[in-house]
């Protein structure tokens, strides 16, 4: 089962827009990621937000994390078409020697020119 | 810095029977996990491979096996295919060192898997 859901499930915006992205989830953290995946290829690491972080930011990247809600936010200001992709937050359980992110079923984002 | 590179990049198999997908990690990452993201989904946590040793599987019938060899590489080898298989396969590579639990995993571009 996935433990991340995104909200919006789809996502329309004019270039130079803000595009903001919600992700909630059930269960303790280590840790949270977003990440960038352009259709029918590899996800791209975003950003990586630890569970004793409230906020972090990378570039144009903008992203908060709320424990006691179990969500999180991911703001990309100033848009761009390039930004056009998927976009999943996933969460990371520290578990001896074991990495298993879970993913939510994503937000796909488009960036009109 | 080379990254992870997946192989073959698309692949047509018959309902039954077996398959084997590649993956070589990035330059210096010893740990390789497999994902299978179908369709409209987020990729799900199939297995971790450390030390040449399975290290954690998600929920994933056993006719999902993997190996990982001395030079860190790995396969993913899935038996008796199913129509569900049909998916986007990702293998993604980390470095299991003092910051291993907050570092970010290195996926690769993925195998496309179509069963018929």
Known sequence: SQQGEEDPQALSIQEGENATMNCSYKTSINNLQWYRQNSGRGLVHLILIRSNEREKHSGR????????????????????????????????????????????????????? | ETGVTQSPTHLIKTRGQQVTLRCSSQSGHNTVSWYQQ????????????????????????????????????SELNVNALELDDSALYLCASSLRTGNFYNSPLHFGNGTRLTVT
Do not use: M
């Open chain 1, 61 to 113: 990247l903008r992203v908060t994390l709320d424990t006691s809600k179990k969500s999180s936010s991911l703001l990309i200001t100033a848009s761009r078409a390039a930004d056009t992709a998927s976009y999943f937050c996933a969460t990371d359980i520290r578990d001896t020697g074991r990495r298993a992110l879970t993913f939510g079923s994503g937000t796909r984002l488009q960036v009109q020119p």
């Open chain 2, 38 to 73: 179908a369709l409209g989904q987020g990729p799900q946590f199939i297995f971790q491979y450390y030390r040449e040793e399975e290290n954690g599987r998600g929920n994933f019938p056993p006719r999902f096996s993997g190996l990982q060899f001395p030079n860190y590489s």
